[in-house]
């Protein structure tokens, strides 16, 4: 490539829909679109291709011009791997960036002969499997990418042990500053949970504990929706009303305007048991907020350290969770504390420099 010419990057995913792996790559997309001499492909191929996170007017938007029918299913998955190998050929990009589990193996597939080089970033729990099927197809189908990209130091290890590739980055999320400027600001005695409503977030167990808990003053808030036709929120509701706490229990659906919520609550709890590295806790602790989570296997444990920015609890200790929860509620010291650390520890997660360390290792490899 000479001076003069343009570099092309390639970001594929299904959608921009409401999620982590969404918000990251919109992130990069703004990002790489600021680098002098980078233009930016973005596709969105999956079912729905729903922009919630949007992205500069200079990223080059493809989305099939087709609406996959699910009634002829396979044949809409084929004309969705034409499609892609269609606009790879068309774009000719130097790069391609691709998220996604299931889906890097559909992309890879796609695109089998074509002379593409291809990063691939897994955004699930690391030990997770995706059944038979797809796990041949990552042993056939990643050695072929020109590197591979994952999110924690344990990922990195329970990948290495499967022999898919060698060429492996350990690059985290990039984490939104989330600051309340000059203002002073008026936290509120409210617990707030972030995610979608699906069954690895067990936003049941969190009500249940709070419950427990039983400090009339403090409300629970929890942000996400229904998704992947699980259908919880009814059940949720139920269940508040159920423990006599609906009145303490807030459900605010969809926020693309978050973080105001963050900067006037005062304690982050996640109950979730499946992570690659949730994009919530990092800005919780950007807000300045302590955070209690789960130990799952990846994800809170690079962010968290027990007892200096919040708590990390074996995974379904809800006796441990429960009391590290009302410790929080009634200490307002300790609350501040704990905050103060998580939005000073989380900076090394800046966006900034996550961003460039993708853009050097799809770009430069390294």
Not at 63 to 83: C, D, E, G, H, I
Not at 104 to 117: A, K, T, V
Not at 329 to 351: P, T, W
Not at 357 to 366: E, L, N, S, T, V
């Amino acid at each position: 490539m000479n001076s003069r010419e343009k570099l092309v990057v390639c970001l594929v995913i299904p959608s921009l829909q409401a999620g982590g792996m969404e918000r990251v790559m919109s992130q990069l997309a703004t990002f790489f679109t600021q680098v002098p001499g980078t233009v930016v492909h973005l596709i969105l191929y999956g079912i729905t291709r729903e922009i919630f996170y949007q992205v500069p007017g200079n990223v080059i938007i493809h989305k099939p011009s087709f609406v996959f029918n699910n009634k002829w299913r396979t044949f809409y998955t084929f004309k969705t791997l034409f499609f892609l190998r269609r606009k790879i050929k068309e774009i000719r990009p130097h790069t391609c960036l691709s998220f996604g589990e299931f889906w890097n193996n559909f992309f890879l597939l796609s695109i089998i002969g074509l002379r593409c080089r291809v990063y691939i970033s897994d955004r699930s729990q690391p030990d997770k499997s995706l059944g038979r099927f797809h796990e041949l197809l990552r042993h056939l189908l990643y050695p072929g990418a020109a590197g591979l990209i994952f999110q924690t130091a344990k990922a990195k290890e329970i990948y290495l042990t499967k022999n898919i590739g060698r060429n492996i980055a350990v690059i985290g999320n990039p984490m939104r500053n989330i600051d309340h400027g000059t203002a002073k600001i008026e936290r509120q005695k409210n617990v707030i949970m972030v995610g979608r409503l699906i069954n690895t977030k067990h936003q049941d167990q969190l009500i249940e504990m709070f419950a427990k808990v039983n400090n009339p003053e403090w409300n629970l808030l929890i942000v996400g929706y229904d998704h992947l036709k699980q259908l919880h929120l009814d059940r949720l509701k139920k269940l508040a009303k159920d423990l006599n706490i609906e009145q303490s229990v807030i459900f605010t659906g969809k926020q693309d305007k978050i973080d105001e919520i963050y900067l006037k609550s005062s304690i982050f709890a996640f109950t979730s048991s499946s992570e690659g590295f949730p994009n919530v806790i990092g800005e919780a602790m950007s807000a300045g907020l302590p955070v209690i989570s789960y130990d799952c296997v990846a994800g809170p444990s690079e962010m968290i350290v027990d007892g200096y920015n919040g708590y990390l609890i074996p995974l379904f200790n809800k006796t441990r969770f429960e009391s590290k929860l009302a410790l929080l509620m009634k200490d307002d010291e300790l609350r501040e504390k704990l905050g103060a650390n998580a939005r000073e520890s989380i900076k090394r997660f800046s966006q900034e420099k996550i961003c460039k360390d993708y853009y050097d290792f799809i770009i430069h490899g390294i």
